[in-house]
């Protein structure tokens, strides 16, 4: 059966850290990129950032580049999301969503209609 889980979530004062993980289950990460999403209230699901273990390949939205990090661990079959110098308007409830990505092809965060798998989300907050 495959499954997401998410975890890392919570509440952090403006300029602050934190820390997501997706923990992948029922495949591997080999053929499969990972991609993180957020949905803040009222508005609709933005893609953050991918990675594609296979070969390393990443992108980022613009209004997180240079803020957070994918980054991923095959032999614990998880990907992480370091998020730093965070901003209130990070706050959303963010989710990782898996889909079939062949290596060496170029890598786009996509739609969200384009991945086969999604978590059931992990709420970040971001206030003083």
């Known amino acids: 059966q495959v499954q997401l889980v998410e975890s890392g979530g919570g509440l952090v004062q403006p300029g602050g850290s934190l820390r997501l993980s997706c923990a992948a289950s029922?495949?591997?990460?080999?053929?499969?990129?990972i991609a993180w999403f957020r949905q803040a209230p009222g508005k609709g699901r933005e893609g953050v950032s991918i990675?594609?273990?296979?070969?390393?390949?990443?992108d980022y939205s613009g209004s997180v580049k240079g803020r957070f990090t994918i980054s991923t661990d095959n032999a614990k079959n998880t990907v992480y999301l370091q998020m730093n110098s965070l901003l209130p308007e990070d706050t959303a409830i963010y989710y990782c969503?898996?889909?079939?990505?062949?290596?060496?092809?170029?890598?786009?965060?996509?739609?969200?209609?384009?991945?086969?798998?999604w978590g059931r989300g992990t709420q970040v907050t971001v206030s003083s």
């Open positions: 969503a898996a889909r079939v990505s062949w290596s060496g092809v170029i890598l786009l965060i996509d739609v969200p209609e384009k991945y086969d798998y």
């Open positions: 029922g495949f591997t990460l080999d053929y499969y990129a």
């Open positions: 990675i594609r273990s296979s070969d390393g390949a990443t």
